[in-house]
Nanobody, 120 residues
Framework: QVQVVESGGGLVQPGGSLRLSCAAS????????MGWYRQAPGKERDVVAT???????NYADSVKGRFAISRDDAKNTVYLQMNALKPEDTAVYYC??????????????WGRGTQVTVSS
């Protein structure tokens, strides 16, 4: 079995920083794209940032210049460094990873989410 687990959320003041981590574990052969998504109350889940296996990144316009996504393939982990946080960044943040298991079946895996609250 394969699972992904997020960590690092919490309460932070406007202008502050947080670093989210997402670790994949289990019967993993390889990991393709990884990404972070968020869902605010009453809204749909939206993409925040994605990173390919080769390291190419994409960001939502609302976070460009403030957030940075990175990955450590030796640890099967993706990170999201969030700086200059704003109240509108408040949401549950979800990790997604496209993983090929050792049975060579590739699937999309989601974590359970971690709450990020930006408030004074």
């Amino acid at each position: 079995q394969v699972q992904v687990v997020e960590s690092g959320g919490g309460l932070v003041q406007p202008g502050g920083s947080l670093r989210l981590s997402c670790a994949a574990s289990g019967s993993i052969f390889s990991i393709n794209n990884m990404g972070w998504y968020r869902q605010a109350p009453g809204k749909e889940r939206d993409v925040v940032a994605t990173i390919t296996r080769g390291g190419s990144t994409n960001y939502a316009d609302s976070v460009k210049g403030r957030f940075a996504i990175s990955r450590d393939d030796a640890k099967n982990t993706v990170y999201l460094q969030m700086n200059a946080l704003k109240p509108e960044d408040t949401a549950v943040y979800y990790c997604n990873a496209i993983i090929r298991a050792k049975n060579f079946i590739e699937s999309s895996y989601w974590g359970r989410g971690t709450q990020v609250t930006v408030s004074s």
